[in-house]
């Protein structure tokens, strides 16, 4: 079955680590996002990649980095510079973010929760 | 920039009654807009999409039709279920950044 996979579903951290969250589709999807949820709210812009080897800061990119080596991978590193990191991550990828007319759907993971300790 | 607006939650009804979400939404250009679906402790289900104007997505019973006069994309849907119990958000993509953008998430409630 074709998918996004999320791991680990649970993460705890102690302050001053920084962390990796992994993200994995087998969509063969182009672009690839990180969004962040905090309690009670809409969900945040951390990172996104239209395509390998490039990605943009979102809204919130401040104590994250990124990687996208594969089309299939989108790993998160959530760093110590990340003042408030408690959250729950969710990945999503699309197959194509230049166009219109469905193929912008973007689909997600099951998200990793995050605890600092 | 683009922003999306939906009705404060939570919402509460009985089972079988009738559900509208409100959602309007303010973009440049022609966005595609969408309506997710989260249940407790999960990631976000795509319930249904319009991506032109009057068209109208729907899925599960759920509807919803793209307005631009009004630009709105309320979620409607004739007789609710206990299972339809979860957070909806409605969301959009612009025509500049691809990313989605989403309201804050409208949690229904349906009670036997």
């Known amino acids: 079955d074709g998918g996004i996979t999320q791991s680990p579903k649970y993460l705890f951290r102690k302050e001053g680590q920084n962390v990796t969250l992994s993200c994995e589709q087998n969509?063969?999807?182009?672009?690839m996002y990180w969004y962040r949820q905090d309690p009670g709210q809409g969900l945040r812009l951390i990172y996104y990649s239209q395509i390998v080897n490039d990605f943009q800061k979102g809204d919130i990119a401040e104590g994250y980095s990124v990687s996208r080596e594969k089309k299939e991978s989108f790993p998160l590193t959530v760093t110590s510079a990340q003042k408030n990191p408690t959250a729950f991550y969710l990945c999503?990828?699309?197959?194509?973010?230049?166009?219109?007319?469905?193929?912008?759907?973007?689909?997600f993971g099951p998200g990793t929760r995050l605890t600092v300790l | 920039g683009d922003s999306v607006t939906q009705m404060e939650g939570p919402v509460t009804l009985s089972e079988e009654a009738f559900l509208t979400i409100n959602c309007t939404y303010t973009a440049t250009g022609y966005p595609s807009l969408f309506w997710y679906v989260q249940y407790p402790g999960e990631g976000l289900q795509l319930l249904l999409k319009a991506t032109k104007a009057d068209d109208k997505g729907s899925n599960k019973g759920f509807e919803a039709t793209y307005r631009k006069e009004t630009t709105s994309f309320h979620l409607e849907k004739g007789s609710v279920q206990v299972s339809d119990s979860a957070v909806y958000f409605c969301?959009?993509?612009?025509?500049?950044?691809?990313?989605?953008?989403f309201g804050s998430g409208t949690r229904l409630q349906v009670q036997p």
């Open positions: 969509l063969n999807h182009d672009a």
């Open positions: 999503a990828s699309s197959i194509d973010p230049g166009t219109s007319g469905g193929r912008d759907t973007q689909y």
């Open positions: 969301a959009l993509t612009g025509t500049g950044r691809r990313a989605l953008t």
